[in-house]
């Protein structure tokens, strides 16, 4: 049974406190993992697939990194407006994510 | 480009009264669809997928079922809401590439069963 598991389930950050977001997965042979950004009673944005251990992908702040067993999202100079909740899936064979519970992220100012 | 409308953003329903959400899609053609349910402090739970018209696939036995009318839309029903149902439900498509599902999700719909 795929698993994704991320930590911390909440993380407070000031302004300009860089910091990582983890992700850890079980899933028999992974297709690709994806990274999404949840504002509070909102719909999840895409923000990034990643497909292979070595990979990295940068948006703005975010960079997202993957290795065989986990992903991380590396959170640069983060500002009040990156405030929201992070989630990542990941799917393997049977090509539909599974998800993780997410972490809330706050930035204070 | 594409869009997806997720309807009514909240609703609050009584115990055992009738559900039905619906969802559309725009600017795709046969796309697959998914209705996830989001409980406070949980990650998604995907409920149903369809990769056609009629073709409904189920991952948790409950009171709940889902229907495709039409290519772009979904349709997620109850007869008899329990208070277990309450949740954020969450519609989401995606184009099937042979490599992986990237989802887009819906706005949402918050429910709360009193």
């Known amino acids: 049974e795929d698993q994704v598991t991320q930590s911390p389930e909440a993380l407070r950050l000031q302004e300009g406190e860089s910091s990582s977001l983890n992700c850890s997965y079980t899933?028999?042979?992974?297709?690709?993992l994806f990274w999404y950004r949840q504002d509070p009673g909102k719909g999840p944005e895409f923000l990034f697939t990643?497909?292979?251990a070595g990979e990295e992908k940068e948006k703005e702040r975010l960079k997202a990194t993957l290795t065989k067993k986990e992903s991380f999202l590396h959170i640069t100079a983060p500002k009040p407006e990156d405030s929201a909740t992070y989630l990542c899936?990941?799917?393997?064979?049977?090509?539909?994510?599974?998800f993780g519970r997410g972490t809330s992220l706050i930035v204070h100012p | 480009s594409q869009t997806i409308h997720q309807w009514p953003a909240t609703l609050v329903q009584p115990v055992g009264s009738p559900l039905s959400l619906e969802c559309t899609v725009e600017g795709t053609s046969n796309p697959n669809l998914y209705w996830y349910r989001q409980a406070a402090g949980r990650g998604l739970q995907l409920l149903f997928y369809s990769v056609g018209i009629g073709q409904i696939s189920s991952e948790v036995p409950q009171n709940l079922s889902a229907s495709r009318p039409q290519d772009r839309q979904f349709i997620l029903s109850s007869k008899k809401l329990l208070l277990s149902d309450s949740g954020f439900y969450l519609c989401?498509?995606?184009?099937?590439?042979?490599?992986?599902?990237?989802?887009?999700f819906g706005s949402g719909t918050q429910l709360s069963v009193l």
């Open positions: 990643l497909y292979s």
């Open positions: 899936g990941a799917s393997g064979g049977s090509y539909i994510p599974t």
């Open positions: 989401a498509w995606s184009v099937p590439q042979g490599l992986s599902e990237k989802l887009f």
């Open positions: 899933v028999s042979g992974l297709r690709g």
